[in-house]
């Protein structure tokens, strides 16, 4: 499997560890931040455990104010528990982009947020993997959030063949997927993205795009094949139904159109 060729970065800078910070004092940045939960801060609170909070984290600006970078629910908790202090490790000299990528940093360390946030945070944070898939989405005039027309589902889908294969596959993928079944919801699923996404990355060199988009539609509409990989990848069993194996599935039946008519030395293996 490839790896990832991208990395989240942060200058060295100063950190105060254990500070105790008055809540009233701490602001939330919606840039930065993933969107706040009100009905979760208020779980928290009712079950609210004051030695168990733990530390938040927060960047002191060039100007003195106080930005919640990560623990926003757990701040939130303890103005409704009535809690009037928390502790925290203050970050100095963050630009707000930087900021933005600690949050990243510290999420894929714990719990990660919506991956839609996290799209959000790293446009924010103007990190490449979410700036390079952003600017692919726009070239194609679509956006990242809801499967519509002109709107792309899989967040973590798209994300994971730009990580993987580069913004260039990407955007091949996109081409072909329209190419293939026009512009409706059906094509931009995740699953039909998926599969595209992984044969172009694998062997994109061996590819005429062109072709591979008429063979994908001689195969069937986009809601054939969709049908057709939740089909086979249900027939492998519980542990094969996942996202995962759903793409992997797509691949390899992107591979068969792709390979339909063609001598075995021309072929490729999936």
């Keep these: 499997m490839p790896k990832a ?8 800078h100063h950190v105060d560890y254990g500070k105790e910070i008055v ?11 993933r969107t706040l939960n009100e009905r979760r801060a208020q779980t928290i609170a009712n079950g609210m455990v004051r030695e168990a909070i733990g ?36 970050h100095h000299d963050l630009t707000q982009a930087e900021e933005a990528i600690l949050f990243l940093i510290k999420n894929r360390e714990s719990h990660k947020p919506r991956p839609i946030d996290e799209y959000h945070v790293g446009l924010t944070g103007g990190v490449p993997l979410f700036v390079d898939t952003d600017r692919i989405l726009q070239k194609h005039g679509l956006t990242l959030g809801s499967t519509s027309t002109n709107g792309v589902g899989a967040v973590s889908g798209v994300l994971q063949i730009t990580d993987r294969y580069g913004s260039s596959t990407f955007d091949r993928t996109l081409t072909v997927a329209e190419e293939a079944w026009g512009r409706a919801a059906e094509t931009w699923d995740g699953m039909l993205l998926g599969g595209i996404g992984m044969f172009l990355g694998r062997w994109g060199d061996l590819v005429d795009d062109k072709e591979l988009a008429r063979k994908l539609l001689d195969a069937g509409t986009a809601a054939k094949w969709r049908s057709e990989i939740l089909s086979q990848s249900s027939r492998g069993g519980f542990n094969n139904s996942g996202t995962g194996s759903r793409v992997s599935t797509s691949y390899r039946l992107v591979a068969g159109a792709w390979n339909k008519g063609r001598r075995a030395g021309n072929r490729i293996e999936a």
């Design 23 to 33: 809540i009233g004092d701490l602001n939330i940045d919606p840039q930065a931040q």
């Design 5 to 12: 060729r991208y990395a989240f970065e942060l200058p060295t």
């Design 55 to 90: 530390s938040i984290v927060v960047s002191e600006r060039a100007d003195g104010d106080l930005y919640i970078v990560d623990g926003q629910h757990r701040w939130r908790a303890c103005a409704l528990a009535g809690i009037p202090t928390i502790m925290a490790e203050v």
